[in-house]
């Protein structure tokens, strides 16, 4: 069966310092990866989605970035937080293929002061 | 832009009652529609796919299509306190990678 890990759990990052999430899957090869972020009140925003080691789409202009060094890994970086930036950010993996649905790990709590 | 549009809730039902969530979309071309719980403080989980017009039943779940009418929505059968949770509206567009999420119906059943 496949998994996918998120870490951490919570982070607390003061206003612009760095950031990176880490993102892994595991029992599957080759799929398509998910960057999202959920605000308070808000829907699931998607960040950034890739479909091979290298190729990232973003969706969203701002000061994250996302990379895909190794099949089943999937960071997400900045180099200089804002307070906009909290919130709940979720990592999520499908088949490739036109109807698979997306299954998503844990979450990282993100807290910007 | 593709919208996809639920009611915020929160909808209370009784214990043993049928919750009905519903579900709008903009893009007519959509192919694949998702339903996901997700419980205060928790990631989403998958609960419902459906792609074609009709029912679909899973358990205690059913899910409804109508691309006609261009809406989708989730009926919970004797539901449960342990079903209190929002439920998150997903749908694919044609030929894109992207899930186009609803902001979710918040539903409590009340014991």
């Known amino acids: 069966s496949q998994t996918i890990h998120q870490w951490p759990a919570t982070l607390v990052q003061p206003v612009g310092s760095p950031l990176s999430l880490e993102c892994t899957v595991e029992?599957?090869?080759?799929?398509?990866l998910y960057w999202y972020r959920q605000a308070a009140g808000r829907g699931l925003q998607l960040l950034f989605y890739?479909?091979?080691?290298?190729?990232i789409s973003s969706e969203v202009p701002q000061n994250l970035s996302a990379s895909r060094p190794q099949d089943r890994q999937f960071i997400l970086s900045s180099k200089k937080l804002l307070l906009s930036d909290s919130g709940f950010y979720l990592c999520?993996?499908?088949?490739?293929?036109?109807?698979?649905?997306?299954?998503f790990g844990d979450g990282t709590r993100l807290s910007i002061l | 832009q593709k919208e996809v549009e639920q009611n915020s809730g929160p909808l209370s039902v009784p214990e043993g009652a049928i919750a009905s969530l519903n579900c709008t979309y903009s893009?007519?071309?959509?192919?694949?529609f998702f339903w996901y719980r997700q419980y205060s403080g928790k990631s989403p989980e998958l609960i419902m796919s459906?792609?074609?017009?009709g029912d679909k039943e899973d358990g205690r779940f059913t899910a409804q299509l109508n691309k006609a009418s261009q809406y989708v929505s989730l009926l919970i059968r004797d539901s449960q306190p342990s079903d209190s949770a929002t439920y998150l509206c997903?749908?694919?567009?044609?030929?894109?990678?992207?899930?186009?999420f609803g902001k979710g119906t918040k539903l409590s059943v009340i014991p």
């Open positions: 997903a749908v694919r567009g044609a030929g894109s990678y992207q899930l186009t």
């Open positions: 890739s479909v091979g080691i290298g190729q």
């Open positions: 893009d007519r071309g959509s192919q694949s």
């Open positions: 999520a993996w499908s088949w490739t293929g036109p109807n698979q649905p997306q299954h």
């Open positions: 459906i792609y074609s017009n």
């Open positions: 029992g599957t090869s080759n799929p398509n």
